[in-house]
């Protein structure tokens, strides 16, 4: 019985120190830009991305788990273009983007982009100016006309 649970034991450590080598730590992390019309319209929050690698540790594909749709293109995109570590073809790793609004009178340096291991990067951005319209002016209409019937 002694040489079986010597064997397990020897087994289970070869497979950890493997999953320990083939590690999905990032070389390159990419932060998404944070996309104007989602600023306007006041939209924040996490958007989850899951991404396939291969053996050189470059991305292959992405998914979207979870997220707001005028949010996730701009996670997408990055996280197509982070590196990993190299390792087993076909590894799946899952990146946290954070979009983040501050007020409009916030300082230049609250927007700095946080990158927070292993996974996770935050993108910043300051709510827009108001655009405040009193209304447009009076065009005129062909022919001279100020609206109404002739």
Excluded at 97 to 109: E, G, I, Q, R, S
């Amino acid at each position: 019985m002694m040489p079986r649970i010597i064997l397990f034991g020897c087994a289970l450590w070869v497979s950890m120190m493997a999953c320990a080598q083939q590690s999905s730590a990032p070389r390159t992390a990419i932060a998404p830009v944070y996309p104007a019309l989602a600023a306007q319209g006041h939209i924040s929050g996490r958007v989850g991305v899951e991404v396939t690698l291969d053996e050189r540790g470059a991305v292959t594909s992405a998914a979207l788990l979870d997220g707001h749709p005028l949010l996730a293109g701009s996670a997408l995109w990055a996280a197509e273009r982070w590196v990993f570590e190299r390792g087993d073809a076909g590894r799946r790793v899952r990146l946290s983007f954070v979009f983040v609004l501050l007020p409009t009178k916030a300082d230049v340096n609250e927007l700095a982009t946080v990158f927070r291991p292993p996974h996770e990067v935050e993108s910043k951005a300051r709510l827009p100016q108001p655009v405040i319209n009193y209304g447009a002016p009076k065009q005129s209409r062909p022919g001279g006309s100020e609206g109404g019937r002739k």
